[in-house]
T-cell receptor
Framework: GAGVSQSPRYKVAKRGQDVALRCDPISGHVSLFWYQQALGQGPEFLTY????????KSGLPSDRFFAERPEGSVSTLKIQRTQQEDSAVYLC?????????????FGNGTRLTVT | GQQVMQIPQYQHVQEGEDFTTYCNSSTTLSNIQWYKQRPGGHPVFLIQLVKSGEVKKQKRLTFQFGEAKKNSSLHITATQTTDVGTYFC???????????FGQGTTLQVKP
């Protein structure tokens, strides 16, 4: 079956530009997570949703980062006025339920490079 | 806040040697999950441990969850070149669904 799909796969932005990263989770998965992964590091938690509700956004680095999942399916991570330190791979993952005991299914990520 | 630490950061072994990575949490965990990320790929779920002192095996991989539910280990017996990649532990505590990842251990296997 279809896995988690992320687009675009690569994004190059000039410093100061806004970007929008899209995530299509596995159909029927309740929870959706966004992680940021810098080179050689582990995934850093950004935010997560249970259906359309954003339950935790404690990992968002600044108010330039905004995530939404308006209909409880597709999610968008928006970064305004990008900075060089935003360069990283942004990983989206979904899981079947919201208990914290379901495995995460990751997409291939969006590699963001800010020049 | 909750932190998950992994050691070592890198490990180079000769094919056939054993490998172990250790994971420690600053807080008691409800469960721990292990993931493998191949170079250029995304993390893929391997296994979950829930009970104190639990041990699970997958072929040459042995996973342990500590008695206090604050640490875990992954041991690979007789490594193969297909074991190359970065192994992450990820813990979840309390009522939140948030999963916190360690920094990972990158395994290189020399044939």
């Amino acid at each position: 079956g279809a896995g988690v799909s992320q687009s675009p796969r690569y994004k190059v932005a000039k410093r100061g530009q806004d970007v929008a990263l899209r995530c299509d989770p596995i159909s029927g998965h309740v929870s959706l997570f966004w992680y940021q992964q810098a080179l050689g590091q582990g995934p850093e938690f950004l935010t997560y949703f249970q259906n359309e509700a954003q339950l935790d956004k404690s990992g968002l680095p600044s108010d330039r980062f905004f995530a939404e999942r308006p209909e409880g399916s597709v999610s968008t991570l928006k970064i305004q006025r990008t900075q060089q330190e935003d360069s990283a791979v942004y990983l989206c993952a979904s899981s079947l339920d919201s208990t914290g005991y379901s495995p995460l299914h990751f997409g291939n990520g969006t590699r963001l490079t800010v020049t | 806040g909750q932190q998950v630490m992994q050691i070592p950061q890198y490990q180079h072994v000769q094919e056939g040697e054993d490998f172990t990575t250790y994971c420690n949490s600053s807080t008691t965990l409800s469960n721990i999950q292990w993931y493998k990320q191949r170079p250029g790929g995304h993390p893929v779920f391997l296994i979950q441990l829930v009970k104190s002192g639990e041990v699970k095996k997958q072929k040459r991989l042995t996973f342990q969850f500590g008695e206090a539910k604050k640490n875990s280990s992954l041991h690979i017996t007789a490594t193969q070149t297909t074991d190359v990649g970065t192994y992450f532990c990820a813990g979840h505590s309390g009522n939140t669904g948030k999963l916190i990842f360690g920094q990972g251990t990158t395994l290189q296997v020399k044939p």
